[in-house]
């Protein structure tokens, strides 16, 4: 069974910068892809970016491409998103999920889920 804990959302300013960790416990997390959702206030969960079990290949939601980067350790079996040039629209709970084998851009494609981390963009 895979445990999946967020960390590093805060309050930010408009512009500002955040790396988010999703750090994982147990086994064989090198065989799972792992991908980043939010869910703001009064709307549905949605796809923010992916990674590859090899940490070879990433995909990321229209939204956030060109801003956002996913990127992994599995020797620290931690995920991580660096959000740049953030926006009031970036706003959210951000959650990590991990699936065995691809990737996947829906949440019930997934099989852990992290608690989620809270992130706040000030104008």
């Known amino acids: 069974q895979l445990q999946l804990v967020e960390s590093g959302g805060g309050l930010v300013q408009a512009g500002g910068s955040l790396r988010l960790s999703c750090a994982a416990s147990?086994?064989?997390?090198?065989?799972?892809?792992v991908g980043w959702f939010r869910r703001a206030p009064g709307e549905e969960r949605k796809f923010v970016a992916a990674i590859s079990a090899s940490g070879g290949t990433a995909y990321y939601g229209d939204s956030v491409k060109g801003r956002f980067t996913i990127s992994r350790d599995n020797a620290k079996n931690t995920v991580y998103l660096q959000i740049n040039s953030m926006k009031p629209e970036d706003t959210a709970v951000y959650y990590c999920a991990a699936r065995v084998s691809a990737y996947g851009t829906t949440s019930n494609a997934y099989d852990y889920w992290g608690q989620g981390t809270q992130v706040t963009v000030s104008s």
């Open positions: 147990g086994r064989f997390f090198s065989s799972y892809a």
